[in-house]
Antibody
């Protein structure tokens, strides 16, 4: 059974940093593209970032480019999102999402971890 | 940047058909995905590549995409289909979501 378990969320002050983790199981981690998607309270889904199977290719939404860094450790079956220079509008539930091979569907999602940026 | 527009809400009576639209420039030239999110839950894919339905998704869910509009249709809507629905496309290696449509089953 595919499982994605996010952690690392919490309350952080504006300008601060946080690192999210997504521990994966139930599939061959190193064979799949992974994404972060976020959802502000009461708002819609917003794609954040994607990383290739090896970690060699990454893309970011304009809203986080230069502040967030996606990475993965295939030996630990874990996806990361390093978030720096956090702003109030980064407050959201952050989901990790696995892509299906070759189809680019988000076929599995984690339960999400809440990040609150506030003083 | 590419934008997708959805109506904020759609209301439907049980057993009737709900149609949720998603508009974008030349959307029909791209593949569209649809995700369902029930209150307090993570999203679930219900349609991929315009018209394909994952095996676990009921047959009453169908999709189409032509011109500037993709449409998710729920035939014989049930109370359990009440949820937010999001369309999504890939644009230059980045994913774009529509603003979401809340489907209310009255």
């Amino acid at each position: 059974e595919v499982q994605l378990l996010e952690s690392g969320g919490g309350l952080v002050q504006p300008g601060g940093s946080l690192r999210l983790s997504c521990a994966a199981s139930g599939f061959t981690f190193s064979s799949y593209v992974l994404n972060w998607v976020r959802q502000a309270p009461g708002k819609g889904l917003e794609w954040v970032s994607v990383i290739s199977e090896t970690g060699g290719t990454t893309y970011y939404a304009d809203s986080v480019k230069g502040r967030f860094t996606i990475s993965r450790d295939n030996s630990k079956n874990t996806l990361y999102l390093q978030m720096n220079s956090l702003r109030a509008d980064d407050t959201a539930v952050y989901y990790c999402a696995k892509e299906s091979s070759g189809i680019r569907s988000f076929d599995y999602w984690g339960q999400g971890t809440l990040v609150t940026v506030s003083s | 940047s590419y934008e997708l527009t959805q109506p904020p809400s759609v209301s439907v009576s049980p057993g009737q058909t709900a149609s949720i639209t998603c508009s974008g420039d030349k959307l029909g030239t791209k593949y569209a995905w649809w995700y369902q999110q029930k209150a307090g839950q993570s999203p679930v894919m219900v349609i991929y590549q315009d018209t394909k339905r994952p095996s676990a998704i009921p047959e009453r869910f169908s999709g189409s995409n032509s011109g500037n509009t993709a449409t998710l249709t729920i035939s014989g809507t049930q109370a359990m289909d009440e949820a937010d629905y999001y369309c999504q496309v890939w644009e230059r290696s980045t994913a774009v979501f529509g603003g979401g449509t809340k489907v209310t089953v009255l």
